[in-house]
């Protein structure tokens, strides 16, 4: 695979279509060939009471022989034949170091260490051992990141991992007395590292802003004293060192580090550089997101009435959501300790039920957030397919509402990782982007089978296809791939 600098990777996401004085084209004609593809008969399961879809039982961990690439700053362990997703890992690696020694004026005496994974899950059969590459353990400074589909997500995810393993430099690194002295007395609460480490690699976005608005004050605030692991935990996490940007610089937030790690206390740290203490900054900061966010909250309207959802019981997370295109069905996912549920809601009727399909993934000790799920419903109403985690990999289940059954897929045998699927009109084909070998393109599949047809094959990130409605046989998606019509637009016949 050709790499192209970390720049290239960075840029913004364009939308592809296919018009006069558009930057970039991306648009796909898609017909099939008269090859016959391989299929494999999938299960037919019917809704029961249970769950239908039982959990992988852990096998033996999986013997990896790891191997190192070295840089000036990174050091990037990888396994089989993940060459180039290693060399990509090294060259965002080198990067991220420079930039956040040079954005929290720290320089450390060791390098970024990074163990990569091909996907979200992949870890889980891992057996890590640093004895395979050298003499020395490496577990304790390692960060393991895995590729999620898309390389602008690849980096603020290594960024973030990097800038926790620097936070922990700065605060615990010195004389040992020190250092065992700081790890005895000082308690960071789950807010301020991984806070602090996600703001510095994401900055404050627009997801975070409508994740802000739809919560209420008491949400907000129970969230903060939690140890909750999800994307609205993420940004509620971020937005104290949001608040303390805005009000008082960005600046201010690598000296509170460095006056926390002298004092051996998170309310030394504020008192000394903002004048406030841990309360006072968390009232002020309370009050900044009352005003900030007051009356804006995100609510689902039907006919000028809302309606309430509950998806599961407790602390459940909703993953993924999809509406029919007459907005008659509507799907969702949640989760809630390592388990998926799948959720139909008939606006017609009213009835909100459970399909029974239910998943289980590890509770993944290295993932910010639970690996997510993606949803798209056939044209006529009379499937949706959802691709959940399960295991260490993912299934495809296409879920019929009118019979309450289920039909799995397992598209481990061809596809890394699918991050999102979509419908064409002829109701029969599928369309998703997946990652294989580090790389993430876009495949076309058919109902139930398990083989893929390869539509792009390029390093670009090729996310969100869609079928054009008009035309069966033309597809829209996001790519960041930089100009001209020719790197951008492609017939398959």
């Known amino acids: 695979m050709k790499l192209f600098s970390a720049r290239l990777f960075r840029l913004p996401s364009l939308l592809c279509l296919l018009s006069v004085g558009l930057l970039t084209v ?28 039982e959990p992988i039982r852990p096998n033996k961990p999986l013997k990896l022989k790891w191997r190192v690439l070295e840089g000036p700053r990174t050091e990037v362990f990888f396994y089989g034949d993940n060459e180039d997703l290693g060399e990509l890992t090294l060259r965002f690696g080198e ?53 999620p589909g898309s390389h602008d997500q690849f ?26 002295q700081n790890r005895v007395i000082l308690h960071l609460p789950h807010w301020y590292n991984w806070g602090m480490a996600n703001y510095l690699a994401e900055g404050w ?44 610089g960005r600046k201010k937030i690598s000296e509170i580090l460095y006056m926390t790690r002298i004092t051996r206390s998170v309310n030394g740290g504020f008192l000394s550089v903002l004048g406030l203490s841990k309360q006072a900054l968390t009232a002020a900061w309370r009050e900044f997101c009352t005003d900030a966010y007051k009356d804006q909250r995100i609510v689902l309207l039907n006919r000028g009435t809302t309606r309430r959802l509950t998806l599961g019981r407790g602390n459940s997370i909703p993953l993924a959501f999809s509406a029919s295109r007459t907005g008659r069905l509507v799907a969702a996912v949640s989760y809630k300790s390592g388990q998926y549920t799948l ?15 239910r998943t289980k993934a590890p509770q993944a000790r290295n993932l910010i957030e639970p690996p997510g799920a993606s949803l798209c419903w056939s044209p006529d109403e009379a499937y949706l397919a959802a691709v959940m985690p399960k295991g260490e990999g993912q299934v495809v289940v296409y879920y019929s509402p009118k019979r309450s059954e289920a039909e799995v897929v397992d598209p481990s045998e061809s596809l890394d990782w699918i991050n999102s699927i979509d419908w064409s009109p002829n109701k029969k084909d599928l369309v998703v982007s997946a990652c294989r070998g580090g790389q993430t393109d876009l495949y076309l599949t058919r109902k139930g089978r398990t083989s ?9 990130d090729d996310l969100e296809p869609h079928f054009s409605e008009d035309e069966e046989n033309t597809l829209y998606f996001t790519s960041n791939r930089h100009d001209s019509l020719a790197d951008s637009y492609r017939r398959i016949d």
Do not use: C
């Not at 290594?158 to 250092?179: N, Y």
């Open 452 to 460: 893929f047809k390869r539509l792009t094959n390029d390093p670009y």
């Open 26 to 53: 991306g648009l796909i004609g898609v017909g099939h060939s008269s090859q016959t593809w391989a299929q494999r008969p999938a299960e037919l399961l019917p809704v029961q009471s249970g769950p239908i879809l």
């Open 155 to 180: 980096y603020r995810q290594i960024k973030a991992r990097a800038a926790q393993l620097l936070i922990q430099e700065i605060l615990f690194s010195g004389a040992s007395m020190v250092s065992l």
């Open 343 to 357: 959720y139909i809601y008939d606006t017609r009727t009213g009835q909100f039920r459970s399909t029974g399909v």
């Open 95 to 147: 990067d991220i170091w420079r930039e956040l020694n040079k954005s929290l004026e720290f320089i450390p005496n060791t390098k970024l260490q990074l163990q990569v994974y091909p996907n979200p899950l992949a870890w889980r059969r891992a057996d890590w051992d640093p004895e395979q590459v050298r003499d020395r353990n490496v577990i304790n400074t390692t960060a393991a990141v895995y590729y």
């Open 205 to 248: 976005t627009p997801e975070d802003e409508a994740r802000m608005r739809s919560l209420t004050p008491e949400e907000r605030m129970e969230i903060l004293q939690s140890e909750e692991v999800s994307p609205r935990a993420r940004t509620i996490q971020k937005s104290i060192w949001h608040f303390v940007d805005f009000r008082f």
